[in-house]
C-alpha cells in the first residue's frame, strides 16, 4: 500500500517505512542507542531526498526520545541541571547548523555533505566500535583487568564560568557543557541525529558525569535540539515530511519495544561487535557511492514554485 | 456514453458548421492528484475540415531549473559546475500523427516553439561558452525524458471517418502541479493552417495538498505541530510500558 509523501512529494510504500522505523528502533531497543545515524542514510538508500532525510529524522526523533527520557526521569536518571545547560549551547548549535545547511544546499553540495559526514562518522564509530568490542570480549576471557576510576579531573574542567551539579556531584566549566551541546546542535541540524552516540562518551570521558544519569539526561537535551531543528528546518529549507516523521515513529515504538525483549537474551560484547559491523556496512556503502564514477555526471534540481 | 455526446457536439461543431480549419477541446480541463495517484489521461477531441496533420503540444509551468555537473575531486564525485535555466517547462510533450520531420520543415518548428529541439532555454549564466550551455541544455532535457516529464510521442491518434479523431494525453505519477496549456495546430503542406490553445489545470487535492499548502504558509506553525505531534506519538507509545 503505497502513501504520498506531501513534502518529500514522493509515493513510498508504507510497509517499507513501517519495517525501516521498526528495525532502526529494534536496533535502539537492542542496542540501547538513538538508532537516528541509521534512519537517515537508510531513507536515503530508498530514494528519499537527502535534505528531506535528514529534517524529517529530526523531526521523528523528537518523539523516540521523549519515550526515551520519560522511562530514564521515572527511574530519576536526568541531570536537569545539566541538561539545560547542553541544550541552550544546543540551540545555538542548531540555528548555526541550520544555517550552514542552507549555505550547502544553495550552492548544491548538501548532498554530498550528508553522504561525506556520514560516512566519515560512521566509518570511525564503526572502526572504534569493533576494536572496543573485540578487546571486551578477550577480556573477559583475562577477568579482573580494566577497572576504571570513578571520576577523573582534567584541565578542561578548570575552565572559567565554574557551576555546580548536584545531581552529577560536579563542579566544572559551564563552557563544556554548552561547547558540547552546541556540537550536538550541529550535527542534528546537518545529519539528522541526536548525537547520542557522540555525547554519551563526551559526557562520560570530557565532562566525567556518572555513567547512570547520562543516557537519560542525553536524551532530554535531544528532545528540545530535535525539536529546535524542526522547527527550524521547517521555516528555513522546508524539508521536514512529518507524515513520513509519524510513520517512522509507530514502526519504531513497536521495533523498540521488541528490540528490548531481544537485546536481554544476548551478549553485551557480541551486541557491540555486531553493531559495530553493521554500522560499518552502512558507511562503506555511502563511501562506496560517494567514489563510484555516476553514470551521468549531470543532475537537475528545480526551483520555486 | 460520455464519448458518444463528445462526438456528437463535435460533430455539431465541425467546420462543415463553423468556418474554422480546426476545433479541439478535452474532456476535462482538471486533472486532482490525490493519495494514491499513479497518473491520469485527459482525452483531446478534434475535428478538422480536411486531410492534414495534427500536432498537439502540451506545456507545464515554467520554473527555474539547475543542472549541476559532477566531476571528480580527492577521489569523491561532487558538483563542480552548474548552469541555471530560467523559464523551463516543467513538462513539455508533443505528439503528432506522423514524425515532425515530415510534417513541417525545421525552420517552420523552430518559429512556432515545437518540438523539444525548439524548447526556449535561457541560461542566467552569460560567461559560459556556448557549447558549454548546450551540453547543460541537453542534460536537462535527457534527464526530464527519464523522468516521463519531456516527450515527444509520434501517434496516439485515433481518427474516425477521416476528419474526427481523439488522443489521449497520458500524465505520470510526478507531474507538476499548476496551469498547463495545450496547443493543437492542423498541419497542410508544411504550414499551419489552423490552430487552438486550450487550459489545463493540474493541482493536487485532498489532505497531501493541504498538508503541503500548509508547509509553505504557515511554515512556523507546520514546524510547531510537527515537533509536538511527535513528542505526543513519543509519549503515548511510552504509556503501556510505565510500569514495566
Known sequence: ?305 | MRRALALLLLLWLSPAHAAEPLIADLTSHLVAITTGFTGADVVLFGATDGPGDVIVVVRGPNREAVVRRKSRVAGVWMNTRQVTFVAVPSYYAVYSTRPLDDIMPAATRARQDIGLANLRLDAVDKDRSPQEIADFRAALIRERRQEALYADAVGGFNFFSGELFHLALGFPANVPTGNYTVQIFLVRDGRVVGGQTSPLYISQAGVDAEVNDFARRRALVYGVIAVVGAALAGWLSSLPFRHA
Not at chain 1, 541509521?38 to 535534505?51: K, N, S, Y
Not at chain 1, 570513578?150 to 564560568?161: A, S, T
Not at chain 1, 521488541?258 to 555511502?286: D, N
Request: cysteine-free.
Open chain 1, 1 to 305: 500500500m503505497d502513501i504520498y509523501l506531501p513534502i518529500a512529494a514522493i509515493s513510498q510504500d508504507v510497509f517499507v517505512l513501517l519495517a525501516l522505523g521498526g528495525v532502526v528502533g529494534f536496533l535502539s531497543g537492542v542496542f540501547g542507542v538513538g538508532g537516528g545515524f541509521l534512519l537517515t542514510p537508510l531513507l536515503i538508500f530508498i530514494g528519499v531526498p537527502h535534505a528531506i532525510a535528514v529534517a524529517s529524522s529530526a523531526n521523528q526523533l523528537v518523539g523516540a526520545s521523549v519515550s526515551g527520557a520519560l522511562a530514564h526521569w521515572r527511574r530519576g536518571n536526568i541531570d536537569f541541571h545539566m541538561g539545560i545547560v547542553l541544550l541552550v549551547g544546543g540551540f545555538a548549535g542548531s540555528v548555526a547548523g541550520v544555517w550552514f545547511f542552507a549555505l550547502l544546499r544553495r550552492l548544491g553540495q548538501i548532498d554530498i555533505a550528508i553522504s561525506l559526514a556520514y560516512a566519515l562518522l560512521l566509518g570511525t564509530l564503526g572502526s572504534l566500535m569493533l576494536v572496543e568490542s573485540t578487546r571486551a570480549v578477550l577480556r573477559l576471557r583475562r577477568p579482573g583487568a580494566g577497572q576504571r576510576k570513578l571520576h577523573q579531573h582534567i584541565w578542561l574542567h578548570g575552565l572559567p564560568f565554574k557551576m555546580r551539579f548536584r545531581r552529577s556531584k560536579l563542579y566544572i566549566s559551564a563552557l563544556l557543557p554548552l561547547s558540547l551541546g552546541f556540537f550536538a546542535g550541529v550535527l542534528s541540524a546537518v545529519m539528522g541525529v541526536g548525537g547520542g552516540f557522540v555525547m554519551v562518551p563526551a559526557m562520560i570521558y570530557i565532562l566525567g558525569m556518572p555513567t547512570a544519569v547520562v543516557p537519560g539526561t542525553s536524551l532530554f537535551q535531544i528532545i528540545f535540539v530535535a525539536a529546535s531543528v524542526t522547527v527550524l528546518q521547517a521555516v528555513e529549507n522546508r524539508t521536514v515530511d512529518a507524515v513520513l516523521a509519524l510513520v517512522l515513529l509507530v514502526g519504531g515504538v513497536i521495533g523498540a519495544q521488541l528490540g528490548t525483549r531481544f537485546g536481554t537474551m544476548l551478549r553485551g560484547e557480541q551486541l557491540r561487535a555486531l553493531l559495530a559491523i553493521l554500522v560499518l556496512a552502512v558507511a562503506a556503502k555511502l563511501a562506496f557511492d560517494l567514489t563510484v564514477q555516476p553514470d551521468d555526471p549531470y543532475s537537475l534540481e528545480t526551483l520555486g514554485e
